[in-house]
């Protein structure tokens, strides 16, 4: 299954950016990496995801390394609703399975 | 748009009884996808459809967990017999296709006693 490594929490405050990390050290060239958000009591919801070059869309912004061994999402004004679990994740394969991981805690502070 | 419907929101039984969960995806989306979420874990993929056709179903303990795909729209996880610790949400997402974002409705709540 493929495998990434995010931090357990982070913390932000109000109206700052945040930036997340992830380490998908074993992707290969063909896996797209997305990110998705959990919100309590709730179903996981898109974010984004791209392949090779940085995306932007309403929510956030993705940067991918260049070696595409991490990338990092990018909330560029934190509010209090962000304040979810975020997962990154990459898939391939015939398939394209969506495995997650346990995730980033976000806490945005007021 | 609508979004994926599921049903129902909360289930408790007993042990050993056996337990059905529906599932609405989008409309015209090919791709569903059942996942399986103890609480402070990420969900768990148990069985991936295209259509009516299973494409992944690794993690589906298939001696007491069954999931079916009628026409390829709606589709049913039924777990026979229930343990303990199956107490879970079960989610449910749809997708385009399988490399396009994936929609989740909010989950089953199951407890199992």
């Known amino acids: 299954d493929a495998k990434t490594t995010q931090p357990n929490s982070m913390e932000s405050n109000e109206e700052e950016p945040v930036h997340l990390p992830c380490n998908h050290s074993?992707?290969?060239?063909?896996?797209?990496i997305h990110w998705y958000r959990q919100l309590p009591s709730q179903g996981p919801e898109y974010v984004i995801h791209?392949?090779?070059s940085n995306v932007n869309n309403r929510m956030a912004s993705l940067a991918i390394a260049e070696d595409r061994k991490s990338s990092t999402l990018i909330l560029h004004r934190a509010t209090l609703r962000d304040a979810a679990v975020y997962y990154c994740?990459?898939?391939?394969?015939?398939?394209?399975?969506?495995?997650f991981g346990k995730g980033t805690l976000l806490t945005v502070n007021p | 748009e609508a979004g994926v419907a599921q049903s129902p929101r909360y289930k408790i039984i007993e042990k050993r009884q056996s337990v059905a969960f529906w599932c609405n995806p989008i409309?015209?989306?090919?791709?569903l996808y059942w996942y399986q979420q103890i609480l402070g874990q990420g969900p768990k993929l148990l069985i991936q459809f295209q259509n009516n056709g299973v494409v992944d179903d690794s993690q589906l303990p298939k001696d007491r967990f069954s999931a079916e795909r009628l026409k390829g729209v709606d589709s049913t996880l039924k777990i026979q017999p229930a343990k303990l610790e199956d107490s879970a949400v079960y989610l449910c997402a749809s997708s385009v296709s399988g490399y396009t974002e994936a929609f989740f409705g909010q989950g089953t709540r199951l407890t199992v006693v």
């Open positions: 994740i990459y898939s391939g394969g015939s398939n394209y399975k969506l495995t």
């Open positions: 074993t992707i290969s060239g063909t896996d797209y």
């Open positions: 791209g392949l090779t």
């Open positions: 409309s015209g989306h090919a791709t």
